[in-house]
């Protein structure tokens, strides 16, 4: 089968070339994220083409070269770049080595190649695929009919090496679109309304305009920027000039203390969850089950929580005779453009969106928005480049946030202390808020809301398709002889949602993964051997075993209590991309209530490896970060407006604070890779759910689990 | 006002009221310390004045007069890697790297002044920089190489 990246990209000349400097370069449509994926796709062509890792460059989305693959999202990119690439370099290899034997007079099965020279065996003739094909470009589609090495000729996929590209990050050299300094350039800044749907009253930009280095204030409805010949200038500038406006309209916040009150009370869309799907279905109703002896209900709640990304967004925009360039760490070039074409009333051809790498978004932050800014303002200053970067109080209070949920959870356990009937409802607002190109009246770019006339923001719809948003991992991969999934989609928002790392998985999987240790508990079983009983899947016993055994899981019973305690759980990615075990050990201090993570082991199996190290850090990186979510991480807000505007009112997870972590890989040489860069997130919240209960006997079903909620369940009399 | 940056004297024409990262990064074009808050609150700023760590995102450049600066840029000596940098490398201390500059300043602060700090002392030191992508587990594995290299001489 075709992967559908090479159906939409054909030509092989769009995935790779042959340079006459003895490089090649790969072309991809998706983005380096920080998640490794230059490195990975770098060792596929360095693989299948049997040159050394340090010929190969790998040159990320940009409308102007190279394939369009739409978004980086989804922990896709292995398997849709990835495959496309593999078969556009196993193809080249073939036609490469047509060649080689037709110069050296020899049968291309005999050649032998190493690291781009090739070899007649038994003779002395040599060439290479640069002397024979550098600077030439490959002519017409990928067949996909040439095959890739197979496992066992492996020389790069699976073992260890570099990442590339570590050393311009540690000498200060690498360039991120924050950085980037054209000649000419000048420095932007807006002036954000202290809230959504504030309008500008009046501002006083005359003071502002004398100041040292202002080159134009600009004011279109209620956006406005400033530029400035130096960012300091900018930043003063914007300071100034944010004190002299006036606003008015901003609608009030919900109290806090009734959002998920409010939550229940709202009108929603509600939809059956079958084999991972919703469908527009009647909703089934809860029916008795024979052979119940006990049935366990339990709800679950997550906060808002942000991406909170270390370096606010960014973006760089060029106008030059008409058309636009701009520099952006968005994760959909293509589409990006798309949505600016429509904002800025420009035809999308003069616009080229080119990527450039930004600090770690882990989904759907202000990267798009700012493009957007930086291009209003590059179009009032033709000819200068552009540089636009939030504030951090802009990107606290701006970016999208991973949208509040609520999961209800009911199952009955038989005599045995089997699961006889399962029902998992989740409850949340849309997860998937991106930027989509949507007509010259809606777009999902926040200055299009501002300015005059307004395009408004995008009405969030009910996404059915299997694991989409909501409802991801929503549907347990346990056998249980009876199911219920339910999605409830809830279309009116306090605050703007969007995509975050593992969107509804993280906290379905918290939800169901902390609702099998209670029922675990409840038929007085080991909380592993309970979730082996009701697994039939081999690849998902493995890994849970692993993380385990990697651990020292003790499974005997033991008092609880201790303030030490033992946690596991396990989800496959949407079902369907790595299986991961997470299992830790904690500490619960008595005097402070805080949970002192000390040794987390993630084991997991995503098919073929590509890249170990690579592969680690994300399941790692992602443990760390989920486990700063759970521990730690609220959206506050009070009627009156948002409270976490900074790191001091939205704290995360610090270097005194992160445990351990080892990392078990399992090997699957010749199984198709799978996406790994989400899966440890909702198995660690809902392993340290279970060591809490280890520890002391009290059960945490509300994120995040901060000291105070600590005592509160403490205090708490009943039953865990 | 003139500015003594990794080891040269550059002269620069600014407020002496700026802050000094934007010195860095406008003036100087030295882009490796980052801007992550402009509040003293992530570290990603961080840079060494006569060898102590400072954060450059508030501080106004007229009180770094005289002083000596060093930025990430500066760290690797006659284009060869600090010991800190390289255990990065071998490490694969990073994902997107934004955090990494300001930690390995950290870093060489701390090592400089207490040349075999224990594992508490090291956490206390990074504790006040943030990485968001989860790396601190690496980031701690190579500041333990460097030391069991010190160790070892």
Redesign the interface.
């Known amino acids: 089968m075709i992967p559908p990246s090479l159906q939409r990209n054909p030509e092989l000349d769009t995935w790779l070339r042959i340079e006459a400097d003895g490089s090649v370069t790969v072309y991809t449509g998706k983005v380096e994220l920080g998640q490794g994926l230059k490195t990975a796709l770098a060792r596929i062509a360095a693989e299948e083409l049997d040159v050394s890792l340090a010929r190969v460059r790998v040159r990320t989305a940009d409308t102007a070269a190279g394939p369009d693959e739409l978004y980086t999202v989804g922990s896709n990119s292995l398997e849709e770049s990835g495959t496309a690439l593999r078969l556009a370099a196993a193809e080249a290899r073939e036609r490469l080595l047509e060649l080689a034997a037709a110069e050296l007079g020899a049968p291309a099965s005999a050649l032998r190649v190493e690291d781009g020279t090739v070899r007649a065996p038994g003779t002395d003739r040599v060439t290479s695929w640069f002397a024979l094909f550098g600077g030439r470009r490959f002519e017409g589609k990928v067949g996909g009919r040439a095959r890739p090495k197979e496992p066992r000729a492996h020389r790069v996929l699976g073992r260890p090496g570099p990442r590339l590209g570590m050393e311009p990050l540690v000498t200060g050299r690498a360039v991120f679109v924050q950085d980037l300094r054209l000649p000419g350039m000048v420095h932007a800044r807006v002036v954000r309304p202290p809230a959504r749907g504030a309008r500008l009253d009046s501002l006083d930009d005359a003071p502002v305009r004398r100041m040292p280095g202002v080159i134009a204030v600009l004011r279109d409805g209620s956006f406005v920027a400033v530029a400035a010949e130096r960012s300091a200038q900018a930043m003063a500038a914007a300071e100034r000039l944010r004190r002299s406006t006036r606003w008015t309209g901003a609608p009030e916040l919900p109290p806090r203390a009734e959002l998920y009150t409010r939550m229940r009370s709202a009108r929603t869309q509600s939809f059956p969850v079958v084999d991972g799907a919703a469908l527009d279905a009647p909703v089934p109703a809860r029916e008795p089950v024979a052979g119940a002896a006990r049935t366990l209900r339990a709800s679950y709640t997550r906060p808002f929580q942000m991406h909170a990304s270390l370096g606010p967004s960014a973006a760089v925009a060029w106008e030059q005779e008409g058309a636009l360039t701009v520099w952006s760490h968005s994760q959909g070039v293509s589409v990006l453009r798309q949505a600016l074409a429509q904002a800025l009333r420009l035809p999308a051809e003069r616009l080229r969106v080119v990527h450039l790498e930004g600090p770690g978004c882990y989904g759907h932050n202000g990267a798009d928005d700012v493009a957007l800014d930086a291009a209003l303002v590059a179009r009032a200053l033709p000819g200068r480049p552009v540089h636009l970067q939030w504030s951090r109080q802009e990107e606290h209070a701006w970016e999208p946030y991973g949208p509040a949920m609520i999961m209800d959870l009911e199952a009955s356990l038989d005599a045995s202390g089997s699961v006889v009937d399962w029902s998992h409802e989740t409850r949340s607002f849309t997860h998937l808020g991106r930027a989509l190109p949507l007509g010259e009246r809606v777009s999902g770019l926040v200055a299009a809301w501002h300015r005059d006339p307004p395009m408004a923001p995008p009405t969030p719809r009910p996404v059915l398709a299997p694991h989409m948003g909501i409802h991801r991992n929503a549907d347990p991969l346990y056998a249980f002889p009876r199911r219920r999934v339910v999605k409830h989609f809830l279309d009116s928002s306090p605050f703007r949602t969007s995509s975050l790392r593992s969107l509804g998985a993280y906290a379905n999987v918290f939800a169901l993964e902390s609702f099998m240790d209670e029922l675990a508990h409840a038929a007085a079983a080991d909380p592993v051997e309970f979730r082996l009983r009701h697994l039939e899947d081999p690849r998902a016993r493995e890994v849970i075993r692993a993380a385990a055994e990697r651990l020292g899981w003790r499974a005997e019973p033991r008092p609880r209590g201790s303030g030490r305690g033992q946690g596991l759980a396990f989800a496959r990615y949407k079902n369907q991309k790595a299986w991961c075990a997470v299992a830790l050990e904690l500490r619960v201090d008595d005097a402070s209530a805080a949970i002192r993570l000390e040794r987390a082991v993630v084991a997991a199996d995503a098919g073929q490896i590509v890249d170990p190290d690579g592969l680690a850090n994300q399941l790692e990186g992602g443990l760390v970060q989920a486990a700063s979510w759970t521990l730690k991480e609220e959206v506050r807000f009070e009627r009156d407006g948002l409270r976490s505007v900074d790191w001091d009112t939205y704290p995360i997870l610090r270097f005194d604070e992160v445990p351990e972590v080892e990392t078990v890989l399992l090997e699957r040489p010749g199984e198709p890779w799978l996406g790994a860069g989400e899966a440890s997130q909702g198995p660690t919240a809902a392993a340290i759910a279970n060591a809490v209960f280890d520890a002391t006997g009290l059960r945490l079903r509300d994120l995040p689990f901060t000291p105070e909620r600590m005592r509160a369940a403490a205090l708490d009399t009943s039953p865990a | 006002m003139e500015l003594r940056v990794n080891g040269a004297l550059r002269s620069v024409e600014v407020?002496p009221s700026?802050?000094l990262l934007?010195?860095l990064?406008?003036?100087l074009?030295?882009?490796?310390?980052?801007?992550?808050?402009?509040?003293e609150?992530?570290g990603?700023c961080a840079v060494l004045c006569d060898g102590r760590k400072v954060l450059s995102c508030v501080a106004p450049v007229g009180e770094f007069a005289g002083r000596a600066i060093t930025?990430?840029?500066g760290?690797?000596q006659d284009g060869e890697?600090d010991a800190l940098?390289r255990a990065?490398?071998i490490e694969?201390a990073?994902?997107?790297?934004?955090?990494?500059?300001g930690i390995?300043i950290a870093a060489k602060a701390l090592l400089d002044e207490k040349p075999l700090p224990d594992e508490?002392e090291?956490?206390?030191a990074?504790?006040?920089?943030?990485?968001?992508?989860?790396?601190?587990?690496?980031?701690?594995r190579a500041l333990r190489r460097v030391l069991a290299e010190r160790a070892r001489r």
């Open positions: 407020d700026t802050p934007w010195v990064r406008d003036e074009g030295l882009t490796g310390a980052k801007y992550g808050c402009g509040l609150q992530c990603a930025t990430i840029e760290l690797a890697l940098q990065f490398v694969q990073a994902q997107c790297g934004y955090c990494v500059p390995l508490a090291i956490r206390a990074l504790a006040p920089h943030l990485c968001r992508c989860g790396t601190h587990p690496r980031m701690l």
